[in-house]
């Protein structure tokens, strides 16, 4: 049998001055106090202490030792109030010199009562102080986390946050990953304030079998004293690599889920290592010994509450990016989607974004302009969908690479083939009809002349078709073509009811003389029309207001600067710099890209001496091309030779 012996509590001190006759009088005979004579150095009990004096003059001369102390109450002993205004205000209570000890312990009494509520009241208040400081730090971090946008920046934040509130030395997160329905943990961030760390990102199994896994799999918090004394029965243990082999310790533990509004485990914060004082370093046992506490109730709330908070910033976060990420699809399928209408544009659209993003990033370099990311996003959603309007222009109009239409060449083929056969037809029935009239012997003495007349006409038919297919091709038309086409046109031929037709019909001859290009004015602006097509689409976008100006900067991509362009016409100072970047990139493109069927891709010096002539025409801006040539920005971007493309817009004549 062990008995256990009880230490007797410590009883309030009352102190008086050795000298003080008065107040020893007055406390003769108090049981429930410790009377005690004050001594120079000596402090009194922590308790707090009632000093009784009734000599002004000694208590003056050491007051500045107690002066403010909360826990020490003056009882004077004096039949008048002390002369000293500053000793005056300190005195919890006079009494009269002879006040009988029962009054005076009474007294006493009520001065510890009073020092004991002051206590409480200071104790409450700076708790309120705390709680009022913690949920404006919550609030603060709160607003913090929600403000970001960056996902990886946003787990530093939850990190490093979690930290801060709970004084924790070190600490991990880990993120719930679910890849084809195997959910694992991603050990995605770790910081410690006291050793260097070599982080490598890594998954694990979710099991029990380490705290992580543990808090994953339960949703629970786990809340450790000591990692190496863990309690009894716990399914997790404890890995010490990395303290054995950076010397760290690894003493009081916290880890607390991430969970969304849905109660989903999206991953969680495992804190390493409360501190007393978050400045210490823990570099050695001692220090971890000296310093380290374990995480409290307190603390727990804390990273609980920031947790939930977190989780919900990192929800918004990723469902931000998923709708970003969907978008960015949609996008991509769009343009491919209307570039596959011409495969002679195929990555055209990807290639001008690529470069104007790379010119935007040179005029950085250079010092000229500077693009917030938000304003880079715009211009790459602007080159990237600038000829977003040519869903919007005739397929046969948009692909067109010759003056006629693809199905044209082939009736002008036909209809020679038919003109040929009426010729010789038509000559064979000159020459029977000679036969009847003149005999055979007269005919065969002519016979030389009929066939001679036959190849005139036959090779007249072939210089006319040589002329059409030349014709046909877009490049400038030599002098007197269009009186030769107009010739071509007069002539007819009699078809299989002996009808006469024309060689060329009027819309062949309109087309066949277009001057410049494959194009005529109507199918010329039926293609410039994709820009107003651009806009008028992208305008049915709701944007964000980062990329508001999207559709404006795309509608100007064919505008210039010497106010030629399309479709407005608009003057430079109304020309955005993003769309400045763009045309120069699409023309650069356009010209560059591949190989036209009646011309070859230029080279880049060609294209670059082509941009240069419309830098000194006013067309193009020539501080942005400057950058454009001499930062080599075409070179950064990768051409693949099966994804040519060619602008159809611009300019097929160059
Ligand atoms: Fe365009
Ligand atoms: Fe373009």
Request: overall charge negative; some cysteine.
């Amino acid at each position: 049998m062990t008995t256990t012996a009880t230490r007797p509590r410590p009883l309030p001190v009352v102190l008086y001055f050795s000298g003080d006759v008065a107040a020893r009088k007055a406390i003769k005979g108090i049981l429930n106090f410790t009377c005690a004579a004050w001594r120079s150095g000596t402090s009194h009990h922590k308790k707090g202490a009632v000093l009784l004096s009734s000599c002004e003059r000694t208590l003056h001369e050491h007051w500045t030792r107690w002066r403010g102390d909360e826990r020490l109450r003056v009882i004077a002993l004096s039949d008048e109030r002390f002369r000293d205004a500053g000793l005056d205000r300190a005195v919890y209570a006079y009494l009269p010199v002879h006040t009988p000890p029962p009054l005076v312990e009474r007294m006493v009494e009520n001065a510890f009562s009073d020092i004991r509520v002051s206590g409480m009241r200071q104790y409450s208040d700076q708790r309120l102080d705390e709680a009022d400081w913690q949920i404006d730090e919550l609030n603060r971090i709160g607003t913090a986390l929600s403000a970001e946008h960056d996902t990886h920046k946003l787990l530093e934040m939850i990190l490093t946050k979690s930290r801060q509130i709970t004084r924790a030395d070190a600490g991990s997160l880990y993120l719930v990953e679910d890849t084809d329905g195997e959910r694992r943990l991603r050990f995605v961030l770790a910081q410690n304030d006291s050793v260097a760390i070599h982080f490598r990102e890594s998954t694990m199994e979710i099991n029990p079998q380490s705290i992580a896994g543990y808090v994953a799999l339960t949703g629970g918090t786990v809340n450790l004293t000591d990692a190496y004394k863990l309690p009894r029965g716990v399914p997790y243990s404890i890995n010490r690599n990395f303290d054995e082999a950076s010397g760290y310790r690894t003493k009081s533990i916290l880890a607390v889920p991430l969970r969304n509004q849905k109660d989903e485990m999206l991953g969680l914060v495992q804190l390493i290592n409360c501190k007393r004082d978050p400045a210490v370093k823990l570099s050695t046992q001692a220090a971890v010994d000296a310093e380290v506490t374990a995480f409290t109730q307190q603390h727990q709330e804390l990273a609980t509450s920031l947790a939930s908070q977190a989780a919900v910033a990192l929800e918004n976060n990723r469902l931000v990016e998923d709708i970003k990420r969907l978008f960015e699809g949609f996008l991509r399928a769009s343009v491919i989607a209307i570039e596959t209408r011409d495969p002679t544009t195929c990555g055209h659209s990807f290639r001008v974004a690529n470069l104007t993003l790379g010119l935007a990033e040179a005029c950085e370099r250079a010092g000229l302009l500077h693009f917030t990311p938000e304003q880079m996003r715009e211009v790459r959603y602007a080159s990237l969908l600038h000829d977003f309007g040519k869903v919007g222009v005739r397929e046969d109009v948009l692909v067109k690479a010759q003056k006629l239409y693809p199905l044209q060449p082939e009736l002008v083929r036909q209809r020679f083939q038919l003109a040929a056969c009426a010729t010789e037809t038509e000559l064979l029935r000159d020459r029977l009809r000679f036969m009847l009239q003149h005999g055979p012997e007269s005919y065969l003495r002519e016979q030389d002349r009929f066939d001679a007349e036959l190849a005139r006409q036959l090779g007249e038919l072939a210089s006319f078709r040589e002329t059409i297919e030349k014709a046909n091709i877009p490049s400038l038309l030599p002098e007197g073509s269009f009186e030769r086409l107009e010739q071509i046109a007069a002539h007819s031929y009699k078809d299989a009811e002996g009808q006469c037709q024309p060689l060329l019909t009027r819309d062949e001859v309109r087309l066949l003389s277009i001057r410049k290009g494959s194009l005529d004015d109507d199918e010329r602006r039926q293609i410039e029309a994709h820009v107003e097509h651009t806009y008028h689409y992208l305008s049915q976008i709701p944007w964000t207001k980062d990329l508001r100006n999207v559709p404006q900067i795309a509608r100007a991509h064919h505008e210039k600067l010497n106010g030629q362009g399309y479709p407005r016409q608009v003057a430079a100072a109304e020309i955005p710099l993003q769309a400045r970047m763009i045309a120069i990139c699409d023309v650069y493109d356009g010209i560059t890209a591949c190989d036209r069927p009646y011309k070859k891709a230029a080279t880049p010096e060609q294209a670059l001496d082509i941009l240069a002539t419309a830098a000194a025409n006013g067309e193009i801006d020539g501080e942005l091309f400057r950058i454009f040539r001499e930062a080599r920005v075409y070179e950064a971007v990768p051409s693949n030779p099966q994804e040519m493309a060619v602008e159809p817009d611009f300019p097929r004549e160059v």
